[in-house]
Structure formats: C-alpha cells, structure tokens
C-alpha cells in the first residue's frame, strides 16, 4: 500500500555533492528496512544502500565512503547523502523496501554528473 516519492535529483559536476529525498506514505519506514537502487541507461537496477529497522546501513562498494543512507521517521522519509559524485552515478535513483517484496516502484529521480 506504500508509495515512494524520491526527489532531489540534478545536474552537477564531478566531486559535488547531492542530497536525495524519498518520502513514504501509506506505510511506516520505522517498521521496514529502506534501500536506494539506481539504473543508468542501458543498464540493470542495482542496489545502492539500505538502512534497517534498528538503523544498520549497508552500502554497495562503489559508493561506500561516499554516499551515507538516514531517515527521518517523524517526516517518514530516507535520506541519500551523495558526496564525492563521479560521472558513473549518473542514474535515475529510487526507493523501496529492502528485506520484504517491493512496492511498486516510484517515478525515481535523475541524478546526473558532468565530468
């Protein structure tokens, strides 16, 4: 019954840093573990990051060091600090649960870096 709503996408040059939002309505994230996913063109979804239930973030090696996953569970909303941006983050990224079936995915938000 969730729907996802990811925002705060842009353009922005190499070593910048971006801050993506995903507000949550029809369910709670307190109760759920949360994950980012992007897709660049031509490719496969992939997994980013993810913060548990007790708040254990994970994140995928090419974006540790990086890129830190919060959320904020009076606004129901996951947070995606993005620093250090490369030109290979360029995706559309998106939100939905990590450890339970996916909801239907959100429209994602594009995040594009310039070399």
């Known amino acids: 019954q969730v729907q996802f709503v990811e925002s705060g996408g842009g353009l922005v040059q190499a070593g910048r840093s971006l801050t993506l939002s995903c507000a949550a309505s029809?369910?709670?994230?307190?109760?759920?573990?949360v994950g980012w996913f992007r897709q660049a063109p031509g490719k496969e979804r992939e997994w980013v990051a993810r913060?548990?239930?007790?708040?254990?973030?994970t994140y995928t090696d090419s974006v540790a060091g990086r890129f830190t996953i919060s959320r904020d569970n009076a606004k129901n909303t996951v947070y995606l600090q993005m620093n250090s941006l490369k030109p290979e983050d360029t995706a559309v990224y998106y939100c939905?649960?990590?450890?339970?079936?996916?909801?239907?995915w959100g429209q994602g938000t594009q995040v594009t870096v310039s070399s």
């Open positions: 913060i548990t239930i007790g708040g254990t973030t």
């Open positions: 939905n649960w990590y450890f339970r079936t996916w909801a239907t």
């Open positions: 029809g369910s709670t994230i307190r109760s759920n573990a």
